[in-house]
Every structure is written in structure tokens, then in C-alpha cells.
């Protein structure tokens, strides 16, 4: 089992910057795909970014490549998100997911377990 937490949100401006981290907890990190979402108000939750473990293979969702990198260290245990070119669009709480298992995950029903989010807010 892995327990997680997200941390790194904030108000930025338009085209700003932020890096989100992801601290997860838990022996077996290495052996876990992770992957970002987010959630924006009335919205479903939706895929930004993951990675597998193993070789750390990373995909995107269209809406984020070129701005968004996932990366993770497995000697910290964390997964992290660099955004840059920040886009009001971009406005949403933002949640580290994991599980134990290697592939890139794109779907919220593909991972077992969840961080509490951390709120991202893109505005001038």
C-alpha cells in the first residue's frame, strides 16, 4: 500500500511556472506506475501525465505536451510535474495517483490509490 501526498500548488500567472511534487510513502515505490490528473469546478476528472517505473516512459495528454513534464526519483519516493507556459485553462486541484503495477495509465479507474490534491490557480 502507498499513501500520498501532493504539495508544490499556488497562483501563478499566465505563463508561469510551477513544479508539483508528490510524496509517497510506502517501500515498493519503485514497482509503482504514477500519473497526474486534475479536476477542474464542474468538471470530470481528467489525465495530464504518466509514468511507468521501470524505465520511467512518460506520456502526456494533448492539452499539456510541450508545457508539462512528469519525472520521478525512486530514491525519494516522488513523482513530480514541471508546468510551464501556464494557461488559466490550466486552473484545477491537480492529484498524484499510483499503482502497483508498470504501464503508462491514462484513466482514473486504472490506479488504486490517491493524494489529496493540491490546487493549482492560473490568473493575472
Known amino acids: 500500500q502507498v499513501q500520498l501526498v501532493e504539495s508544490g500548488g499556488g497562483l501563478v500567472q499566465p505563463g508561469g511556472s510551477l513544479r508539483l511534487s508528490c510524496a509517497a510513502s510506502?517501500?515498493?515505490?519503485?514497482?509503482?506506475?504514477m500519473g497526474w490528473f486534475r479536476q477542474a469546478p464542474g468538471k470530470d476528472r481528467e489525465f495530464v501525465a504518466a509514468?511507468?517505473?521501470?524505465?520511467?516512459?512518460?506520456i502526456s495528454a494533448d492539452s499539456v505536451k510541450g508545457r508539462f513534464t512528469i519525472s520521478r526519483d525512486n530514491a525519494k519516493n516522488a513523482v513530480y510535474l514541471q508546468m510551464n507556459s501556464l494557461k488559466p485553462e490550466d486552473t484545477a486541484v491537480y492529484y498524484c495517483?499510483?499503482?502497483?503495477?508498470?504501464?503508462?495509465?491514462?484513466?482514473?479507474?486504472?490506479?488504486?490509490?490517491w493524494g489529496q490534491g493540491t490546487q493549482v490557480t492560473v490568473s493575472s
Open positions: 509514468i511507468t517505473w521501470r524505465w520511467s516512459a512518460a
Open positions: 510506502g517501500r515498493t515505490f519503485s514497482s509503482y506506475a
Open positions: 495517483a499510483a499503482k502497483a503495477t508498470d504501464g503508462l495509465l491514462t484513466t482514473v479507474t486504472n490506479y488504486d490509490y
